[in-house]
């Protein structure tokens, strides 16, 4: 079965600061991977997807990139509403739609 | 918009079905995917399968001996059904859309219309 592993799993940031995800696959997926938003309590939120198409109505300051086993989400200026948890997901459907384990991005 | 809204008992005894529907609003459940993924309290996502508006369907192989996933065009609504329960299978339980973008010579699955969400506790 294909693995995602997310790091870091979790990380303390400020308002502003520019944030780097990664997500590294067991094996490689080409740019199958999308990447969602989820805070307490709510659905997860789809940010990305096919590794770097940005969903519409996500702020610009969202993006993603990465092919084969390495992805990254970036975000450019972490705004309030950011805090919240992260995770990818393979997006091929002949393997599993696994997702990764997920980073929680806390205020620092 | 589509709108998502999971519907379902919320309390399931050990070794017996949980069964949940979906109803889609503001669409057609045609020409899409239709997934369904939990998430155990505390913890991370696990897509559990997805089934087409014709009805061909695609399980997690973790998961596949027991569910079985359906739909109801006429109703416009798709169900789960997981036998054999546990306590390992309480969780909150997502449907969603999956577009399934065809691009670059592959379909991409990802999810772009979430349901709420609906808590199944297992327990006696």
Redesign the interface.
């Known amino acids: 079965d294909i693995q995602l592993t997310q790091s870091p799993s979790f990380l303390s940031a400020s308002v502003g600061d520019r944030v780097t995800i990664t997500c590294r696959a067991s094996q490689g997926i080409s740019s199958y991977l999308a990447w969602y938003q989820q805070k307490p309590g709510k659905a997860p939120k789809l940010l990305i997807y096919a590794a770097s198409t940005l969903q519409s109505g996500v702020p610009s300051r969202f993006s993603g990139s990465g092919s084969g086993t390495e992805f990254t989400l970036t975000i450019s200026s972490l705004q309030p509403e950011d805090f919240a948890t992260y995770y990818c997901q393979q997006l091929n459907s002949y393997l599993p739609l696994t997702f990764g384990g997920g980073t929680k991005v806390e205020i620092k | 918009q589509v709108q998502l809204q999971e519907s379902g008992p919320g309390l399931v005894k050990p070794s017996e079905t949980l069964s949940l529907t979906c109803t889609v609003s503001g669409g057609s459940i045609s020409s899409y995917y239709w997934?369904w993924i939990r998430q155990p309290p505390g913890k991370?996502?696990?897509?559990i399968g997805?089934i087409y508006y014709s009805g061909s369907t695609?399980y997690?192989?973790?998961l596949k001996s027991r569910v079985t996933i359906s739909v109801d065009t006429s109703k416009n609504q798709f169900s789960l059904k997981l036998s054999s329960v546990t306590a390992a299978d309480t969780a909150v339980y997502?449907c969603?859309r999956s577009p399934a973008?065809f691009?670059?010579g592959?379909?991409?699955?990802?999810?772009?219309v979430?349901?709420?969400?609906t808590t199944v506790t297992v327990s006696s």
């Open positions: 997934s991370g996502l696990e897509w997805y695609n997690n192989p973790s997502y969603a973008l691009w670059s592959g379909y991409y699955y990802y999810m772009d979430w349901g709420k969400g």
